[in-house]
């Protein structure tokens, strides 16, 4: 090869979709390539014109303007145009591509790229559009590793014929079942359908309260147990079963019963991996030692995280990390102080709430009481309760809200009732506190106590919520606000000055941004999930979003927060604090495009969010 061709394939080895392809495959590509100099103010294609060329920028700039004259785009080094016309029949160009500078060109003829893209399907599915060359590139972050393990579908290590009984059986003739069959859980089952689990320990438990051997065994079996699917991985139905503390899960395709997985199950599929380390928390009984174990879940997060895991599956880690730990301050509060005088629910908001917990997030939760809670007589417990959690929390490294929503604040321990009004209040009068105030706990989760109570509150803000019009605008416009860090022809704009010079954040204009969209599609929708994912895919089942558009929001989401994680895990190895904030030079030329392409879907949506909610008007 010589010296030029060499440096053509050095160049196309940096470019997407070349940097994607086989050697052999890119050191034959340059070959087949002309190389055309345009200089400024030149037409290289215009609008009506037959293009059978597939252009690589190799230096210069070329500006992608309609028929007005209305400038769609300006592409640099490294970027690609013309590929439209070459999908297909021949189609006439539908813009007009100029080069506003001196512009060195790489030309690949129509045949060679029809023939590359045939060969090589990861070429078409890079001109297919953005949100394909998103999810690639945020698979592409993460390294090939033992994290594939954790995508193994539930379907392919279940127990496909699990020990089961009918309803009727007593609970002596169950006992006998499970020791004939050696096994730990007993499926119960109605007209063979799912009824209801019953595993060693409630054999036990009920032994010891004195039930009648000779009773039914619905007498102690749980009834609706928490439930998986064939086609779900390993990874979540693992974070199903640490966020019931469960052992067991049966397995429902379409309403059947089809399996049954145990946590040993996915411990033998994932052999050493440390991912139950969270588990520890339940047994420890000083803030010294919960600091300690959710330290370690933090450096497992650390290590998924270097390993390849998706941010998916590292969120959902810290998340149930973070539940596990608040739960055992809870109970240790719980016997520090008493019990408690009258039931409640402890809630967690935010990203918590969402199970999008990062390596920098901070906590945010609340306490809904029942309406039998008199302030004279029980307020001082639950305020105790609250500190001594929330400081716990921040002992063990989860920092204090700065925004002081934490169950301590006063403001957040209120009962059913009080919070369904204030709920009403923030929906019908959107005033700027309010809505911080109404998006943040819309987010809403209880993760200890009687969950009921908070399921009340948060089934009565979405069905509100779903009607609110002008709520919606008012959410519309606070997310169009969340403007990306774009610049003119789609420069990254970073801080000029102070902590963070030089960086831009990812959270501020581009996670926190997609947030805000799917919590106001969700709302809109009456959908009462709280997850960012969940809610942009219920919501395009429901037509607030489309699913294209849904699609797009959620590979945006997924790259950036993987690029985040990726930063804040070496912040952690280097024992800095973990934070947002990106160099976009220090991601290298074909990742800080793939940023771009996140924030313009970001950019297009609250663009079509100005359409559908009048949010200028506000």
Same mark, same amino acid.
């Given at each position: 090869?010589?010296?030029?061709?060499?440096?053509?394939?050095?160049?196309?080895?940096?470019?997407?979709?070349?940097?994607?392809?086989?050697?052999?495959?890119?050191?034959?590509?340059?070959?087949?390539?002309?190389?055309?100099?345009?200089?400024?103010?030149?037409?290289?294609?215009?609008?009506?014109?037959?293009?059978?060329?597939?252009?690589?920028?190799?230096?210069?700039?070329?500006?992608?303007?309609?028929?007005?004259?209305?400038?769609?785009?300006?592409?640099?080094?490294?970027?690609?145009?013309?590929?439209?016309?070459?999908?297909?029949?021949?189609?006439?160009?539908?813009?007009?591509?100029?080069?506003?500078?001196?512009?060195?060109?790489?030309?690949?003829?129509?045949?060679?790229?029809?023939?590359?893209?045939?060969?090589?399907?990861?070429?078409?599915?890079?001109?297919?559009?953005?949100?394909?060359?998103?999810?690639?590139?945020?698979?592409?972050?993460?390294?090939?590793?033992?994290?594939?393990?954790?995508?193994?579908?539930?379907?392919?290590?279940?127990?496909?014929?699990?020990?089961?009984?009918?309803?009727?059986?007593?609970?002596?003739?169950?006992?006998?079942?499970?020791?004939?069959?050696?096994?730990?859980?007993?499926?119960?089952?109605?007209?063979?359908?799912?009824?209801?689990?019953?595993?060693?320990?409630?054999?036990?438990?009920?032994?010891?309260?004195?039930?009648?051997?000779?009773?039914?065994?619905?007498?102690?079996?749980?009834?609706?147990?928490?439930?998986?699917?064939?086609?779900?991985?390993?990874?979540?139905?693992?974070?199903?079963?640490?966020?019931?503390?469960?052992?067991?899960?049966?397995?429902?395709?379409?309403?059947?019963?089809?399996?049954?997985?145990?946590?040993?199950?996915?411990?033998?599929?994932?052999?050493?991996?440390?991912?139950?380390?969270?588990?520890?928390?339940?047994?420890?009984?000083?803030?010294?030692?919960?600091?300690?174990?959710?330290?370690?879940?933090?450096?497992?997060?650390?290590?998924?995280?270097?390993?390849?895991?998706?941010? %998916? *599956? $590292?969120?959902?880690?810290?998340?149930?990390? &973070?539940? /596990?730990?608040? #739960?055992?301050?809870?109970? =240790? @509060?719980?016997?520090?102080?008493?019990?408690?005088?009258?039931?409640?629910?402890?809630?967690?908001?935010?990203?918590?709430?969402?199970?999008?917990?990062?390596?920098?997030?901070?906590?945010?939760?609340?306490?809904?009481?029942?309406?039998?809670?008199?302030?004279?007589?029980?307020?001082?417990?639950?305020?105790?309760?609250?500190?001594?959690?929330?400081?716990?929390?921040?002992?063990?490294?989860?920092?204090?809200?700065?925004?002081?929503?934490?169950?301590?604040?006063?403001?957040?321990?209120?009962?059913?009732?009080?919070?369904?009004?204030?709920?009403?209040?923030?929906?019908?009068?959107?005033?700027?506190?309010?809505?911080?105030?109404?998006?943040?706990?819309?987010?809403?989760?209880?993760?200890?106590?009687?969950?009921?109570?908070? %399921? *009340? $509150?948060?089934?009565?803000?979405?069905?509100? &919520?779903? /009607?609110?019009? #002008?709520?919606?605008?008012? =959410? @519309?416009?606070?997310?169009?606000?969340?403007?990306?860090?774009?610049?003119?022809?789609?420069?990254?704009?970073?801080?000029?000055?102070?902590?963070?010079?030089?960086?831009?954040?990812?959270?501020?204009?581009?996670?926190?941004?997609?947030?805000?969209?799917?919590?106001?599609?969700?709302?809109?929708?009456?959908?009462?999930?709280?997850?960012?994912?969940?809610?942009?895919?219920?919501?395009?089942?429901?037509?607030?979003?489309?699913?294209?558009?849904?699609?797009?929001?959620?590979?945006?989401?997924?790259?950036?927060?993987?690029?985040?994680?990726?930063?804040?895990?070496?912040?952690?190895?280097?024992?800095?604090?973990?934070?947002?904030?990106?160099?976009?030079?220090?991601?290298?030329?074909?990742?800080?495009?793939?940023?771009?392409?996140?924030?313009?879907?970001?950019?297009?949506?609250?663009? &079509?969010?100005?359409?559908?909610?009048?949010?200028?008007?506000?």
């Amino acid at each position: 090869m010589s010296v030029e061709l060499d440096e053509v394939r050095d160049f196309l080895a940096t470019t997407d979709p070349f940097a994607q392809l086989p050697d052999e495959v890119l050191d034959a590509l340059p070959a087949q390539m002309d190389m055309r100099y345009v200089r400024r103010g030149v037409t290289i294609v215009g609008t009506g014109d037959t293009n059978d060329t597939l252009h690589v920028i190799r230096s210069g700039a070329v500006d992608i303007t309609d028929s007005d004259g209305i400038l769609l785009d300006r592409r640099g080094a490294g970027r690609t145009f013309g590929y439209s016309t070459l999908v297909g029949d021949k189609a006439a160009s539908r813009y007009d591509m100029i080069a506003v500078e001196d512009t060195l060109l790489l030309v690949l003829p129509r045949q060679a790229f029809v023939e590359l893209a045939e060969e090589h399907p990861q070429v078409q599915r890079y001109y297919s559009g953005q949100s394909a060359r998103i999810a690639a590139a945020a698979s592409s972050l993460r390294q090939d590793s033992a994290s594939d393990v954790l995508s193994t579908l539930v379907g392919d290590f279940m127990v496909t014929e699990p020990v089961s009984v009918e309803d009727g059986v007593s609970v002596r003739e169950a006992a006998r079942t499970m020791e004939g069959n050696r096994v730990s859980s007993l499926l119960i089952t109605r007209g063979g359908d799912l009824a209801g689990i019953v595993t060693d320990r409630d054999m036990r438990g009920g032994i010891a309260s004195g039930t009648d051997l000779d009773g039914p065994i619905t007498e102690i079996m749980t009834a609706g147990p928490k439930t998986a699917t064939s086609d779900m991985p390993a990874f979540e139905a693992m974070l199903r079963m640490a966020e019931r503390r469960v052992h067991h899960l049966p397995v429902v395709d379409s309403g059947r019963l089809v399996g049954l997985v145990s946590s040993s199950d996915i411990m033998r599929l994932l052999r050493h991996d440390p991912i139950y380390l969270t588990a520890d928390l339940s047994r420890r009984d000083t803030p010294e030692e919960l600091k300690e174990v959710y330290d370690n879940a933090h450096d497992v997060a650390v290590r998924f995280i270097e390993r390849g895991a998706s941010s %998916e *599956e $590292v969120t959902g880690l810290l998340t149930v990390a &973070a539940d /596990g730990l608040a #739960r055992r301050l809870l109970q =240790l @509060g719980e016997e520090k102080f008493g019990e408690p005088p009258v039931p409640y629910a402890f809630v967690v908001v935010g990203s918590q709430g969402r199970r999008g917990m990062g390596l920098a997030s901070d906590q945010d939760n609340a306490m809904v009481l029942d309406d039998s809670f008199d302030e004279a007589e029980h307020g001082q417990y639950f305020a105790d309760l609250a500190t001594y959690v929330c400081e716990g929390l921040a002992a063990a490294g989860q920092v204090l809200c700065p925004g002081n929503m934490m169950a301590m604040n006063p403001d957040w321990r209120m009962t059913v009732s009080t919070w369904i009004s204030t709920f009403h209040n923030w929906i019908t009068a959107p005033e700027p506190d309010a809505l911080l105030h109404a998006q943040t706990f819309f987010d809403f989760r209880a993760i200890h106590g009687e969950e009921r109570l908070a %399921e *009340e $509150v948060h089934t009565f803000a979405v069905r509100q &919520a779903r /009607g609110a019009q #002008r709520m919606h605008a008012h =959410l @519309g416009a606070l997310a169009a606000r969340r403007e990306p860090p774009l610049g003119l022809f789609r420069g990254l704009v970073v801080d000029r000055s102070g902590e963070y010079a030089n960086t831009l954040d990812v959270k501020k204009g581009g996670t926190a941004a997609i947030v805000q969209m799917a919590r106001l599609f969700s709302l809109a929708s009456g959908i009462d999930a709280v997850g960012t994912r969940p809610r942009l895919k219920l919501a395009a089942g429901q037509g607030a979003v489309s699913t294209g558009g849904a699609e797009e929001l959620i590979d945006a989401f997924d790259f950036l927060n993987t690029i985040a994680l990726k930063q804040q895990a070496e912040q952690v190895r280097r024992g800095e604090e973990p934070n947002y904030h990106i160099n976009p030079k220090a991601l290298g030329r074909l990742d800080s495009e793939h940023l771009r392409d996140a924030f313009q879907i970001i950019k297009n949506m609250q663009n &079509a969010l100005a359409t559908k909610y009048p949010v200028r008007s506000i």
